[in-house]
């Protein structure tokens, strides 16, 4: 889903005297420019420069790029020819703390975890096994899988660019993914498991995300499947290696977890409205491609309230209606920013709804973490 950042600078031309200065901010051709004795003469073709096409550039923009960014591995990166810093920013660490969040819920659930040295080193451990490795291993794997469209689009970009070749970004993958894979059996053990059922959840995971990036399935083509399989990896999986890690993991939380993925799903729908041209050329039906903007603005806030909703119903029916009350408060700002800012104009508006609104589904998710424990 990428961006093109296409600029045409202005080009100034001084006569032989330096008396005069032309600046103009149409595109020549060689043919273009003639010299004259005591003047130059500057003839336009008739290609005005709005009716280029805008092409990738062949480099990232690094004078306007941040070192911050190629950190977190988001746009507007820095170029980097560290190696360490360029793996770091294949698996984008801007992406860790959501599943890092479920953890934390996941053990709030539980009811079983205590602030002692064991239980928050469990806790850490398992956090590295749901954001750095595994999501990093998934973030990579997305990376690697999308490097002939980057190639066309984003050219700067790590892989396609050169800056990591292709072997170490095999070798990453694995790591990552055997890292892990190894730290789930390590809680396992760790928790006394009979079964290992955290290895099981990394395992499955994993497999998840290679289907979400790689042919033949790519879900992430398919708009309805793709955004559900976001959802579910970044809200249900760690809430699930959480509670499992401390407590047990019952049919009613799994239910209630995959329920609060359509949330997830409505969630991943947002960043969908920055790339419908994007998506159209490559034959991705991202729901704005297959339903409009217009409707695809609704199901994906239909998507995020509905389902709160019906979590503070199940809370209500639980006995729980203290719990049910503040989620309600939680929802209500939400819907809002979405009249506020998200179904106004989804793309002009993108970052202040979500820096605005999801704090407050995050928190409703801890509170339904904590109600689900007593």
């Not at 291993?137 to 689009?153: C, G, H, P, V």
């Not at 009613?252 to 991943?268: H, Q």
């Amino acid at each position: 889903m990428a961006s093109v950042l296409n600029t045409v600078p202005s080009l100034r031309i001084s006569n032989f005297n330096n008396t005069n200065r032309v600046r103009t901010r149409q595109v020549f051709t060689p043919s273009s420019v003639s010299f004259t004795r005591r003047r130059l003469t500057i003839r336009a073709t008739e290609t005005d420069a709005n009716e280029v096409k805008p092409e990738a550039p062949d480099k990232a923009p690094a004078a306007a790029g941040s070192s911050f960014n190629q950190l977190l591995g988001i746009k507007g990166a820095a170029e980097e020819t560290n190696i360490w810093k360029i793996r770091l920013q294949l698996t984008k660490p801007v992406t860790w703390p959501p599943l890092v969040w479920g953890v934390v819920c996941g053990a709030a659930a539980s009811g079983n975890f205590h602030w002692n040295v064991e239980d928050v080193a469990k806790s850490i451990v398992c956090m590295m096994m749901s954001g750095p490795f595994l999501t990093g291993y998934t973030q990579t794997l997305n990376d690697w899988y999308d490097r002939e469209i980057d190639a066309m689009k984003e050219p700067y970009r790590p892989i396609p660019s050169g800056a990591i070749s292709e072997n170490e970004v095999i070798t990453q993958i694995w790591l990552l993914l055997l890292g892990g894979l190894g730290l789930a059996g390590l809680l396992d053990v760790w928790a006394g498991h009979d079964f290992p059922i955290i290895f099981y959840l990394a395992l499955g995971g994993s497999l998840l995300s290679y289907i979400y990036s790689a042919p033949p399935l790519k879900l992430k083509q398919n708009g309805w499947i793709g955004n559900f399989a976001l959802g579910a990896s970044y809200i249900s999986l760690p809430w699930w290696a959480g509670q499992a890690l401390f407590g047990t993991l019952t049919p009613d939380i799994i239910v209630l977890t995959t329920l609060y993925s359509i949330a997830g799903l409505g969630i991943a729908i947002v960043n969908d409205f920055k790339s419908i041209e994007g998506d159209r050329e490559l034959g991705l039906q991202s729901l704005p491609v297959a339903f409009g903007e217009e409707t695809a603005k609704w199901i994906c806030v239909g998507a995020i309230d509905i389902t709160q909703l019906s979590v503070a119903g199940y809370l209500l029916g639980a006995g729980k209606p203290y719990y049910a009350l503040a989620l309600l408060a939680l929802i209500i700002p939400q819907v809002i920013f979405q009249f506020q800012y998200f179904l106004k104009d989804p793309v002009k508006y993108d970052v202040k709804y979500q820096a605005s609104a999801q704090p407050f589904l995050v928190l409703g998710l801890l509170v339904t973490a904590l109600a689900t424990s007593h």
